[in-house]
Every structure is written in C-alpha cells, then in structure tokens.
C-alpha cells in the first residue's frame, strides 16, 4: 500500500467507503518504466478494456503510443479521454455501424477479425471515397512455448471466436495483394501492414518471447509467401499478473532485451504489445470497511461494505484478493466488538449469495476487528468494469484518483 492510498483511506468517513483509490502518480511511474524497459522499435499500446477510467487513460499518456480498443463504446470514450493518441480497433462481431463510426474516427490500426469483417470493411470504405485504412490480420496461430523448461504450453490454434485461423488468413492476405481481385481498386485505401496476435494470458517474460518469436516467424513467411511488405506485428498483451504475490512484478527487463534479440533477427517490422492487466493492476485499491465479524461453525467470516459486485475480480478468477488491513481502533458502541477469533477469517461482501468472498479464510485477518478498515490491492484491472454493479442495488463506491496532475 503506498503512503497516499493509506493517508486518504484513512482519512474517509465509514459512509464514504466502499471506494476505488487509484495512485496515478505510482502508475505513470509504473508505466513509465514499462516503456523504458522496451526497445525504441517496441509500440506500446494499452488494452483500454482492463480499465477504461478516464483518469487512468490520461495518466497512462505519456508512456503509451496508442490504445487498443474492442468496441464502439470503447472507441468513442478513449477518443474523448484522450484525444490525440493513435487507436487500434480490435474485436469480434464489429457491427456495421461501428465499422463506419471507427473509419470516420480514422482508426489507426484496424485488426481484421474475419473474413465477413474484411468484406464489411471493403464495403463501408466503397461508400467513402475519403476513407483510408491499415489493416493488421489477428491470427489465431498455433505456438508453443515448450522449449522452456517448465511444462509444454501450448497457445492459440484452439477453436474460438476470436481471429482468423492461418489458412483463413491467408486468403485475407490475398485477397489484400490481389490488385486483380475483387478489393482491387480499394488496395490503395485498404492497406494491409502485418498481423496481430493475442494468444494467451498470464505469460512470464520467457514465454512471452517464445510466443512474439513464433508470431513473427509466420509472420514473415506469410509475408514473403504473399509478397507484401511486413511493416508491423503486434503480439499482443497477457503479460502475467500474479495475485498471490502482490509484489511480483512481469519481467519487462528481459521482456525488452528478448524482443531486442528478436528485432536483431528481423530488421524489417515494428514490433507492438498491448497489455492491459499488466499495466494497471498495482494502481488500484478498493477500500472497505468490516460491518461484522461473526463465528460460523467453527470458522470466522468478516463481512465488509460492498462485495464482488464491485469487485468482482476474485470470484471470476478463483483467486484470493490479496489485502491489507488498516486498524481503526475507535469503538464508540456499548456492546462488544466482534472480532476474528481463529487467527484467520473468509473476507465476504454484502450479497446474498456464498459466491460473494473476496479472500477465503485469510491468515493476514489475525485479529481482525469490527469497523477496521480493508484495502485490497491489485483491483486496477477488470475490477470495477467487469463487476455485476445492480444486483442487490447496494450503493456504488466512490472513485478517488490521487496525484491526478503529474
Ligand atoms: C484483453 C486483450 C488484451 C489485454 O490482455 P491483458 O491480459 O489484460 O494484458 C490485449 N489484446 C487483446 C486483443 C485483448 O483482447
């Protein structure tokens, strides 16, 4: 917990919690170090889904070159946040109006997600003679990184709905080389750069390389196969985050000398990553307070303001939300204080429902009290945005962005 979180949660009125802290100012730090880490011939992207807080996108400003963004909403909102910065648009399903919308917003690189998507396109750029667009093929390639030495992994060449199988890719490839096919007289408009790929998560730093080699392995024979200039790769993101150690950290140090090594190999394209969770998850903190400690059958249960419909990381993932208590040691009432009795205590929220646990029988809630206050940590990515807010119509946390104005 940084000073700042632990200052302004403790200053909070109990009626002002639950609340989302984010520290900017260790984010921008956080990034900034992300970037220095990655050679110059590295795009760093932002996958705006992990946290698309308007906040967050600012503060992130200075360290990216662009964010990735899967849908219309996403798009229009990332503009406005942050106006001048360059967009991919990915994701399956785009819709035609979405289509025309990110063509008219001028897109700087679209990942073609299927064949229909390529033919919409087309289509949408035939009604608009002004329109240009560079084109990245999101590919979903089978690679391993088994010469590691932990077990075989095996990413991506599964069947999902996301990207082109290869052989699928190739035909988009011709059809964006063809000046005789029938995208012919759009190629000038509808140009195609590289390929995409974004294959899996929670990857260490080696796996990661051994996934980016394999993608612009292909890549570069995809491209001469097809004899067009490969101007661009993006790899994706996925970089792991690990909840269980709160201050383990992806190594972005071999992470940047690895892609160096791999760039050294092919002098021709641009490399891009876009991670999300990786960037922004230590930024995050929502803050609670326990309104209970009861004993149930032998075990403790706190049950604190809020839940995992705020927060719903931890049931989606099975993990324990990592935490850290802030003692409150005032207890203004007549009657006893319930406090944890075992040395250890399941973190629970406000739903009816056994689902709603945030830690299970956490040992860091030794003594454990009543109107104590709870920070738990690494809630900066897919946190709020993926979480359930309406059941049970509780309130909505409050939202606090400390050292907004680096
Ligand atoms: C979700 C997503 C990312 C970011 O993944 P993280 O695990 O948050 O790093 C990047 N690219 C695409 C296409 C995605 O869908």
């Not at 917990?1 to 609340?19: I, Y």
């Not at 390929?195 to 612009?216: C, K, M, N, P, Y």
């Not at 006893?336 to 629970?348: I, S, W």
Request: hydrophobic share 45%; charged share 20%.
């Amino acid at each position: 917990m940084t000073d700042a979180v632990r200052r302004h949660v403790a200053a909070l009125a109990p009626e002002a919690l639950p609340a989302y802290v984010y520290d900017l100012a260790a984010l921008r730090a956080h990034a900034a170090a992300v970037r220095a880490a990655l050679p110059a011939r590295v795009e760093l992207y932002y996958a705006a889904k992990a946290n698309p807080e308007a906040p967050v996108l600012a503060a992130l400003r200075a360290a990216v070159d662009g964010y990735e963004v899967s849908s219309g909403g996403e798009l229009a909102h990332v503009r406005q946040a942050v106006p001048d910065a360059p967009l991919a648009f990915g994701g399956p399903g785009k819709t035609p109006a979405e289509i025309v919308a990110a063509l008219d917003a001028g897109v700087h690189r679209w990942h073609v997600e299927s064949e229909q998507e390529l033919y919409r396109l087309a289509a949408a750029l035939t009604d608009r003679p002004d329109a240009a667009v560079d084109v990245l093929l999101r590919v979903n390639l089978p690679v391993g990184a088994g010469a590691l030495d932990t077990v075989a992994l095996a990413m991506g060449g599964r069947p999902t709905p996301f990207g082109l199988d290869p052989d699928r890719a190739e035909a988009c490839a011709r059809l964006l080389t063809d000046p005789l096919g029938p995208f012919g007289p759009l190629l000038p408009r509808l140009r195609l750069r590289g390929v995409h790929a974004h294959l899996a998560s929670g990857l260490a730093a080696a796996e990661q390389l051994a996934v980016a080699g394999q993608i612009v392995e292909w890549s570069a024979r995809t491209a001469r196969r097809h004899g067009f200039a490969l101007a661009e790769v993006n790899v994706g993101g996925g970089m792991a985050v690990d909840y269980a150690d709160p201050r383990a950290r992806f190594d972005w140090t071999a992470f940047g000398e690895g892609l160096a090594k791999l760039l050294e190999r092919h002098p021709g394209p641009t490399l891009r990553i876009e991670p999300g969770r990786a960037l922004t998850a230590y930024c995050g903190w929502y803050a609670t307070e326990v309104l209970d400690v009861k004993q149930s059958h032998g075990e403790d249960f706190a049950v604190v303001r809020g839940g995992t419909h705020h927060l719903r990381t931890p049931a989606t993932r099975g993990h324990d939300q990592p935490f850290a208590v802030l003692p409150v040691d005032a207890w203004p009432h007549p009657w006893p204080r319930p406090a944890v009795t075992t040395g250890r205590a399941t973190l629970a929220g406000q739903l009816c429902t056994p689902k709603d646990v945030l830690a299970h029988a956490a040992p860091a809630a030794r003594g454990l009290r009543t109107a104590d206050r709870v920070l738990f940590a690494m809630a900066g990515a897919y946190a709020w945005n993926i979480s359930h807010h309406e059941f049970l119509m509780h309130p909505r946390p409050g939202f606090h962005y400390l050292g907004e104005d680096g």
